[in-house]
C-alpha cells in the first residue's frame, strides 16, 4: 500500500520514467522482505535507524557494490522522506545515515580515430537496415542523447532547414540540439529509405523490421554489434556513444556550460567529469611520449 502510493507519487508529481519506477518499487520490495526476515513484527512505519545500519552492512558484506549500496539508499531516502511529508512518521530512520563512499570511475569513451573507422565501414554498407544502423551510431555521436531520447524520436522532431533536433529529455525536459553536415546528409539519405519502408502511421523517426518504433533492445544490439567492431572497451552501449560525443567536444574546446546545455545535464557537476576524463587522456599521452615523464 504505501509501496503503490509512493510510485504513484513519483510517476504524478516528479513524472520519473517507468525504468526509473520500476527500480524502486523492486528496491522497497527487496526492503520489505528484509526486515520481515529481521522480525515479522517490524514494517515500514516502526523500524529505527539500526534497522538501516544492518541492512546496509548486510548488503556490503554479500558483496554489493557501493554504488549500488548507495543507490538502494537514496531509494529509502525518497521514500522516508515522502512518508514524513505525507504524516505517516514524525522520525526518518534515514537521518543522518551515510552510504560508503564510492571511487569515480571515469566513463569509458570510443576514440574518434575509431569512430571514424566505424562510420566508413558502415557507409559502404547497403538496404534500409546498413542506412538505419549507420544513421543511429551518428546520430548518437554527433548530439550525445541518451538511449530513451532516440527511441522516442519522431519524424515531427528534426528540422531539416535548421539541422535541429527537438529531444524530450529526463523528466518530461525538452531541449534542442543542433547537428551537423554529416549527420544532415545521411539523414536525407536514411529518410528518403524510410519512405519507401514505413508501412502504416508509425510516427517513429526509426523503425524495426516490422515497420514499428524500434525498441530499446534492439538499438543497443546494434551499438554493441557495431562497436565491437572498432573497440576493445568491454562495454559498448549507447551511453558509451554519449560519453563519446561529450569528450569529443571538450578536447576540440568546447565551453563546459555548452556541452552540459547539448547532454542536457541539469547540473554543472554532472558534466565536469568529462574534464577529468580528458584529463586522464592527456596524462596517459605524457607519460608516453615525454622522455622525462619517468615510463619509459
Not at 143 to 169: C, F, P, Y
Not at 205 to 223: C, D, E, K, N, Q
Not at 242 to 254: G, P
Amino acid at each position: 500500500m504505501l509501496i503503490d502510493s509512493f510510485i504513484g507519487y513519483l510517476k504524478v508529481e516528479r513524472n520519473c520514467s517507468p525504468h526509473t519506477l520500476r527500480a524502486y518499487a523492486k528496491d522497497l520490495s527487496s526492503f520489505k522482505d528484509y526486515i520481515a526476515r529481521v522480525d515479522e513484527s517490524l514494517s515500514f512505519l516502526n523500524i529505527d535507524t539500526d534497522v538501516v545500519r544492518m541492512w546496509v552492512a548486510g548488503l556490503i558484506d554479500d558483496g554489493a557494490a557501493p554504488s549500488s549500496v548507495n543507490r538502494r539508499m537514496s531509494t529509502l531516502r525518497a521514500f522516508y522522506k515522502y512518508l514524513c511529508a505525507e504524516g505517516h512518521l514524525s522520525v526518518n530512520p534515514m537521518h543522518a545515515l551515510q552510504g560508503p563512499k564510492c571511487r569515480k570511475k571515469l566513463p569509458s569513451f570510443v576514440k574518434e580515430n575509431e569512430i571514424d573507422e566505424l562510420l566508413d565501414t558502415e557507409e559502404q554498407k547497403e538496404g534500409y537496415a546498413a542506412c538505419r544502423n549507420r544513421m543511429i551510431m551518428l546520430c548518437f555521436y554527433s548530439t550525445g542523447i541518451r538511449l530513451s531520447e532516440l527511441v522516442g524520436l519522431d519524424i515531427g522532431s528534426v528540422d531539416m532547414n535548421s539541422s535541429v533536433i527537438k529531444v524530450l529529455g529526463k523528466r518530461n525536459r525538452e531541449r534542442i540540439v543542433p547537428f551537423g553536415a554529416e549527420m544532415h546528409e545521411q539523414l536525407q539519405r536514411y529518410l528518403e529509405q524510410r519512405g519507401h519502408y514505413a508501412t502504416g502511421e508509425c510516427s517513429a523517426l526509426f523503425l524495426s523490421s516490422t515497420g514499428r518504433r524500434i525498441s530499446h533492445s534492439a538499438v543497443y544490439r546494434i551499438v554493441n554489434s557495431s562497436l565491437g567492431g572498432v573497440t576493445s572497451l568491454k562495454k559498448k552501449s549507447p551511453h558509451v556513444l554519449r560519453h563519446s560525443f561529450a569528450t569529443a567536444m571538450l578536447n576540440n574546446n568546447a565551453e563546459l556550460g555548452a556541452v552540459k546545455e547539448l547532454l542536457g545535464h541539469k547540473r554543472l557537476a554532472t558534466t565536469e567529469i568529462y574534464t577529468h576524463l580528458t584529463f586522464e587522456e592527456l596524462k596517459r599521452f605524457y607519460d608516453k611520449a615525454h622522455p622525462r615523464a619517468g615510463n619509459n
